[in-house]
Antibody, heavy 118, light 111 residues
Framework: QVQLVESGGGVVQPGRSLRLSCAAS????????MYWVRQAPGKGLEWVAL????????FYADSVKGRFTISRDNSKNTLYLQMNSLRAEDTAVFHCARERGYYALDIWGQGTMVTVSS | QSALTQPPSASGSPGQSVTISCTGT?????????VSWYQQHPGKAPKLMIY???KRPSGVPDRFSGSKSGNTASLTVSGLQAEDEAEYYCSSYAGSNNFVLFGGGTKLTVL
């Protein structure tokens, strides 16, 4: 079935790096714009980054610009988020999601927890 | 840019209707017909309920409907059922600098 499965979360010290992965299955991954969206504990949703079908266009929220890099490998049906210079305020569940058009996200992964703490 | 504004809570009895608002600006909600609504149960991933202001994905009951007037979008849930109790988030395209803004979320309680 159509699904997204994130991995790579964990506990990391401030200033360190982490790379998240999102494995897609059940649909033609290369045909969709993909997003990362995060949710801090007890808080709302925040858009983090998005990447075009072929990876040629990437956009970031101001809060992560210059620190995070979104990428994809369509041959492996996998989306990535490289997170550098992590801060305590980056602590959140990170979801990958598929855009169905209209900037609407119709398929979401369960998320992977990232905790930034010393 | 600030998040879209939603009331923190809403409630209704089974069978009743409830409407949740989502207020933005002319640069987001008012400027584009790209408002979406998501339902999130505790510990679960968000689920798309409405997109393009008023369109329903397949499988979403027609008890859920969306609309927009000016800079405010609304989600109406008719014939409330116990399983509708959840957090609801709106989102809107906000231009090529901010792309997607989310609301702060509304906790819907079915009394």
């Amino acid at each position: 079935q159509v699904q997204l499965v994130e991995s790579g979360g964990g506990v990391v010290q401030p200033g360190r790096s982490l790379r998240l992965s999102c494995a897609a299955s059940g649909f033609t991954f290369s045909s969709y714009v993909m997003y990362w969206v995060r949710q801090a504990p007890g808080k709302g949703l925040e858009w983090v980054a998005l990447i075009s079908y072929d990876g040629s266009n990437k956009f970031y929220a101001d809060s992560v610009k210059g620190r995070f890099t979104i990428s994809r490998d369509n041959s492996k049906n996998t989306l990535y988020l490289q997170m550098n210079s992590l801060r305590a305020e980056d602590t959140a569940v990170f979801h990958c999601a598929r855009e169905r058009g209209y900037y609407a996200l119709d398929i979401w992964g369960q998320g992977t927890m990232v905790t930034v703490s010393s | 840019q600030s998040a879209l504004t939603q009331p923190p809570s809403a409630s209704g009895s089974p069978g009743q209707s409830v409407t949740i608002s989502c207020t933005g600006t002319s640069s987001d909600v008012g400027g584009y017909n790209y408002v979406s609504w998501y339902q999130q149960h505790p510990g679960k991933a968000p689920k798309l309920m409405i997109y393009g202001v008023s369109k329903r994905p397949s499988g979403v009951p027609d008890r859920f409907s969306g609309s927009k007037s000016g800079n405010t979008a609304s989600l109406t849930v008719s014939g409330l059922q116990a399983e509708d109790e959840a957090e609801y988030y709106c989102s809107s395209y906000a231009g090529s600098n901010n792309f997607v803004l989310f609301g702060g979320g509304t906790k819907l309680t079915v009394l």
